[in-house]
């Protein structure tokens, strides 16, 4: 899997088994270690950022700060995910 950027003690990453067909563009956050059960936002279209879950129980606050920093970064988050599954599909 794919990690993107650390930011303090959260990891951002693909999960490289995103399933056939694939999944529309999202990135896990996890603490430590990256799970397939970790926290989950789908990127849209125009860059900002859908909380699917927050399975990593990110506390609110934290989260929504690293929700802004993966809006602020959308744009390189999609070239890395084209670049790593050679297609992009968009929630909404």
Not at 76 to 83: D, G
């Amino acid at each position: 899997m794919p990690k993107l950027y650390r930011v303090g003690p959260y990891i951002i990453y693909f999960w490289s088994n995103e399933n056939e067909p694939l999944e529309p563009i999202h990135v896990h956050i996890a603490e430590g270690t990256a799970s397939s059960n970790a926290t989950k936002i789908w990127i849209t279209s125009t860059g900002k950022g859908l909380l699917c879950n927050n399975m990593s129980e990110i506390p609110e606050r934290v989260l929504r700060k690293l929700m802004r920093f993966v809006e602020a970064n959308s744009r390189e988050i999609e070239e890395s995910w084209i670049e790593h599954f050679g297609e992009i599909r968009y929630f909404c």
